[in-house]
T-cell receptor, first 115, second 112 residues
Framework: NAGVTQTPKFQVLKTGQSMTLQCAQD?????MSWYRQDPGMGLRLIHY???????DQGEVPNGYNVSRSTTEDFPLRLLSAAPSQTSVYFC??????????????FGSGTQLSVL | AQRVTQPEKLLSVFKGAPVELKCNYS??????LFWYVQYSRQRLQLLLR??SRESIKGFTADLNKGETSFHLKKPFAQEEDSAMYYC??????????????FGKGTLLTVNP
């Protein structure tokens, strides 16, 4: 049982490049989300999904795209990287039961630098 | 809009001293609150949630709706409690559409 797996762990991009951060979970969780963590800003929600085929925007969605074609995978795409997207990115998933959100399980993070 | 405020970026205490990490929230609905912790080089993980009223690693947190607070407390801090602590608020907007909003975090250092 791997939990939430994020790849890559580290990435350096040049401004304007595109890339996809991968996130996979093997716990059959309906809910998946992406956060970015910046010093002094805490964790901010980028996008989230409550099930396959359903996605919605969080607090800071600009510059990022997501899709959820399967329950297991929730990739985050940067279409044209900018230095402001330098951050640590976390993927998280959870199971819902009786209308309540169970705890979030977090991936180990992706440290992204955009030059 | 919902908001979570953790007024202290840094908190330093000595081993054995009581510790309180403050969290205030703003939300018009019925709040569901959590404390998450990130130890050095480890993943973020749930510490406790108000709905389960449990005590984890000696930490407790009581939801005070009148003061809109969910402060995290421990009577005797240990060095291994040194970590970044995040307060989080769950909000729902119909069906299974819910979001978890985090505060900016408090870095707790417990000195020997």
């Amino acid at each position: 049982n791997a939990g939430v797996t994020q790849t890559p762990k580290f990435q350096v991009l040049k401004t304007g490049q595109s890339m996809t951060l991968q996130c996979a979970q093997d716990m059959n969780h309906e809910y998946m989300s992406w956060y970015r963590q910046d010093p002094g800003m805490g964790l901010r929600l980028i996008h989230y999904s409550v099930g396959a085929g359903i996605t919605d925007q969080g607090e800071v969605p600009n510059g990022y795209n997501v899709s959820r074609s399967t329950t297991e995978d929730f990739p985050l795409r940067l279409l044209s990287a900018a230095p402001s997207q330098t951050s640590v990115y976390f993927c998280a998933s959870s199971y819902t039961r009786d209308g309540y959100n169970e705890k979030l399980f977090f991936g180990s993070g992706t440290q992204l630098s955009v030059l | 809009a919902q908001r979570v405020t953790q007024p202290e970026k840094l908190l330093s205490v000595f081993k054995g001293a009581p510790v309180e990490l403050k969290c205030n929230y703003s939300y018009s609905g019925s709040p569901e609150l959590f404390w998450y912790v990130q130890y050095s080089r480890q993943r973020l993980q749930l510490l406790l949630r108000h709905i389960s009223r449990e005590s984890i690693k000696g930490f407790t947190a009581d939801l005070n709706k009148g003061e809109t607070s969910f402060h995290l407390k421990k009577p005797f801090a240990q060095e291994e409690d040194s970590a970044m602590y995040y307060c989080a608020l769950l909000t729902q907007s119909g069906g299974s559409n819910y979001k978890l909003t985090f505060g900016k975090g408090t870095l707790l250092t417990v000195n020997p």
